[in-house]
């Protein structure tokens, strides 16, 4: 992912922390759970620092395993202007990228 230029991402609890820690930090994953079929920051093992908009700058992704990705209500996601520039697949996973943080549209995250 770092060669694709993603640096600030979500996805589910195990998938996140495993890919901060391969990557040596230099692609920060912070932990999603899906809610409602939105994703949602999961706040029991964090920091809600790590959900404002502010935290992040530029584009961010959502990296889910195609049941996750079936999860999600697409068309709510947009009516909070959240729509995915581009999707990307890695091995078993679908890479949602945004133009900007997902924290600044999502209710519930800010």
């Known amino acids: 992912m770092k060669s694709g230029s993603l640096r600030y991402g979500y996805a589910s609890y195990w998938n996140a922390g495993i890919l901060s820690v391969l990557s040596d930090e230099k692609v920060l ?3 999603i ?6 994703p949602m ?3 029991w093992w964090a920091s809600n620092r790590w959900y404002r908009p502010e935290a992040w700058q530029g584009e961010t992704f959502l990296l889910l395993t195609t049941q996750e990705a079936n999860e999600i ?3 709510l996601l947009e009516r909070h202007h959240a729509k995915p ?4 697949n890695f ?5 949602f990228v945004f133009a900007q943080n997902i924290a600044k549209d999502l209710p519930g995250w800010h």
Do not use: H, N, T, Y
């Not at 759970?33 to 939105?38: F, H, N, R, S, Y």
């Not at 520039?85 to 990307?88: C, K, T, V």
């Open 29 to 31: 994953v912070r932990q």
């Open 33 to 38: 759970v899906i809610d409602g079929g939105l």
């Open 91 to 95: 091995e078993s996973f679908r890479i």
């Open 41 to 43: 920051p999961m706040l």
């Open 85 to 88: 520039i581009r999707e990307l």
């Open 73 to 75: 209500k697409w068309d």
